[in-house]
């Protein structure tokens, strides 16, 4: 029983010696691999450096402390971290490993003069946990080229290599310093932060609870410094895939759309100024932001930026720059972007905008009201249509020639920047007054573009103004008893390139109260060359437009009993004999103008039929007797008015 027990014991002390062996062993092997990764950066010029390495071999947990890098080739950046602890360490392949968790403590990277604009930038996470990580063993060699470019490309083919179900980190801290002027220097905190299901270089959803900012700017001279802070930002559907596309020369060539982001939100955010300016914005919302590697190529744009911001780029390379960044437009796609209600507090006055939106190149800015020193302006709603960055950046470098105007065809390319516009639901005080000018629709379309210049418009105008005392024009109106004006116009042009014809039409001009006049003008012949902003070009092709037909109609809603009671008011006569003082001297021109058109005669007695009896709507119609260019028409009318009428068939009649 004796030499059992001693055999036991000797057994046991064998076992633990074993077991201590292996441990031992188990440590050992564990510096070495580290220590080989750590040779690795050594051998190709960088430096790097850590401490203990311990591994527990029951529950496979590894532990390094005291890690500085700073990579070969990229002097620039510095990483330090205070520990990493890996639970559930193990190897799932030749290549790759995998840990149950990681957990990384005081983590921090800096670089410095990063890119031309020579940005200093630093990262510090003080804890941050990985569950259920799976990456490479080695990480790929750090580019030899220096370029910026290069290196996010490294990261984002490692990023794209590591999976993980979730990454959590309590605080996150970035550090910037651009130097003087209005890039300032400051930073940013990120507090609650949380990453879910990461592989293959897509997130299904990241979050921060919250972002607290501050940034030291100088504008104008003067210096600023910007407080602030965002809650609720929350990113689905990340895929830094697209990114690395966007980045990589051999994708060049491609033209399909790759997704980056599916939505982007926050909660309120607020920023407040040291010059007494605060500003708050309720929420954000972005949804499916893409690239096109085609055309999405920043390595150009961070190639054209000057190393030493001190000297000024000459016109040509900024002309060169907006190019760029008009293709960078070109290859950026954002489906939907809505900002919640906005208010800034100036000293002047607190301005409220409900909402603005952009969707399918419409951008529009909802829900105004803001104080001005005669009063609040309030705005329901302004929109520019068929908006593009990229024309707009390109319309703008057209115009970046110094001592040089810009020529007509240069700014008539704003044509090609947009579609049209519209304004809706606008209250604002008239002059000093307390009345108010309201807007219930002003919108603008145009399209159809013959080079620069658009051969289709249209234009619709619905607003009341107050009438003025002070406009010597308008105080017939105001002795009428007319304080305000509705106005209701509709007016629309269009060229058929097929059939070279020309239309006005809509034209109708309503003024409530008063009277409501149409016109429609047609126009044959019109050549496509026609639309030019040289003058001398216009000209030479006007002479080969010919009138076709001109039809004018006005329905009397108060014009003529304005008009007779201004006369009686004017000569102190009774309303009556003002009316036939009127209708006289209209007729007094019918054997004149019967004289050159027997026809005319017919519109004389219409007009003087019209101003008899009020409420009437007067139409006349006029087609050329033959096919006539427009320039002579114009020309002999000029000439001789009575003589011009003989060039048509005119038609003229009133009712009621």
């Given amino acids: 029983m004796k030499r059992i027990l ?11 010696g074993g077991w201590f062996g292996f441990d031992l062993y188990a440590r050992h092997r564990a510096t070495q691999e580290i220590e080989a990764v750590f040779d690795k950066i050594r051998s190709q010029g960088g430096k790097a450096s850590h401490g203990k390495v311990a591994f ?43 840990a149950d968790s990681i957990e990384i403590s005081s983590f921090e990277v800096a670089l410095d003069e990063v890119g031309p604009g020579k940005l200093k930038t630093s990262y510090k996470v003080p804890q941050m946990i990985v569950r259920d990580y799976a990456g490479p063993v080695h990480a790929q060699n750090a580019p030899a080229s220096g370029s910026l470019i290069d290196l996010y490309r490294c990261v984002l083919d490692q990023y794209a290599s590591v999976t993980a179900s979730s990454i959590a980190a309590p605080t996150l801290t970035v550090a910037f310093d651009a130097g003087k002027g209005a890039a300032g220097s400051g930073e940013v905190v990120y507090s609650g932060l949380a990453i879910q299901k990461l ?27 910007l407080t602030g802070e965002m809650s609720d930002i929350i990113i689905n559907e990340f895929d830094s895939t697209a990114i690395a596309a966007a980045l990589d020369p051999q994708k060049a060539s491609d033209d399909s759309y790759h997704r980056v982001y599916g939505q982007m939100s926050s909660g309120t955010y607020v920023a407040t100024s040291t010059q007494g300016m605060r500003i708050q914005v309720d929420g954000i919302a972005i949804a499916d932001i893409a690239v096109r590697p085609s055309k999405f190529r920043p390595a150009e744009i961070l190639a054209l930026l000057q190393t030493d911001r001190s000297i000024q780029p000459t016109p040509a390379q900024s002309r060169e720059m907006m190019e760029k960044l008009a293709g960078l437009y070109e290859g950026l796609r954002v489906g939907k972007i809505e900002i919640g209600t906005m208010s800034m507090t100036t000293p ?38 068929s908006l593009s960055l990229a024309n707009l950046m390109r319309w703008a470098a057209s115009l970046t020639t110094p001592g ?25 005080p008239y002059k000093n007054t307390k009345k108010l000018v309201t807007i219930d629709t002003l919108s603008l379309d145009w399209g159809q573009l013959v080079g620069s210049i658009p051969s289709k418009a249209h ?103 304005s008009a007779v009671t201004q006369n009686a008011r004017g000569r102190n006569v009774s309303r009556d004999e003002a009316r036939r003082t009127l209708v006289d001297s209209v007729r007094v021109y019918r054997a004149d103008v019967a004289a050159a058109n027997p026809e005319a005669g017919t519109a004389v007695d219409a007009i003087a039929s019209f101003i008899e009896t009020p409420g009437q709507t007067l139409v006349i119609k006029l087609t050329p007797r033959a096919k006539v260019p427009l320039m002579q028409l114009m020309q002999l009318f000029n000439a001789d008015p009575e003589g011009t009428l003989a060039q048509f068939r005119i038609e003229a009649s009133t009712g009621l």
């Avoid at 947990?61 to 070969?72: G, M, N």
């Avoid at 270089?201 to 210096?223: C, L, P, W, Y």
């Avoid at 040089?404 to 604002?428: I, N, R, T, Y």
């Fill in 459 to 561: 234009v619709v105008a619905k607003f009341v103004t107050p009438t003025d005392p002070s406009d010597p024009r308008q105080l017939p109106l105001v002795l009428s008893g007319i304080d305000r004006l509705a106005i209701d116009l509709d007016l629309g042009a269009a060229w058929t390139e097929s059939s070279k014809g020309f239309a006005l039409t809509p034209a109708t001009l309503d003024v409530g109260g008063i009277a409501k006049a149409q016109l429609r003008i047609t126009l044959g012949n019109v050549p496509r060359e026609l639309f030019s902003a040289d003058p001398a070009q216009f000209m030479g092709q006007a002479a080969q437009v010919e009138a076709v037909a001109l039809e004018f109609s006005v329905r009397d809603n108060g014009l003529v009993d």
């Fill in 56 to 98: 527990a071999v029951t529950s496979r947990t590894l532990t390094i402390e005291d890690i500085a890098v700073d990579p070969a080739g990229q002097p620039q950046a510095h990483i330090k971290i205070a520990g990493i602890k890996g639970v559930g360490v193990r190897q799932a392949d030749e290549s790759r490993f995998a």
């Fill in 404 to 428: 040089q105007a810009p020529s007509p065809d240069q700014m008539l390319g704003l044509f090609g920047v947009l579609s049209g516009a519209e304004v809706k639901g606008v209250a604002a």
């Fill in 6 to 16: 001693i055999g036991l014991i000797a057994l046991a002390v064998l076992g633990a």
């Fill in 199 to 225: 592989g293959k270089g897509k997130v299904d959803a990241m979050k921060a609870d919250r972002a607290t900012f501050t940034i030291n700017v100088e504008q104008a001279g003067k210096a600023d410094k």
């Fill in 348 to 385: 002047q006055g607190t301005p409220r905008l409900r909402a603005i939106r952009y969707q399918e190149g419409e951008f529009a800015l909802e829900g105004l009201d803001a104080p001005t020193p005669q009063g609040q302006v309030k705005m329901e709603r302004f929109a520019l249509k």
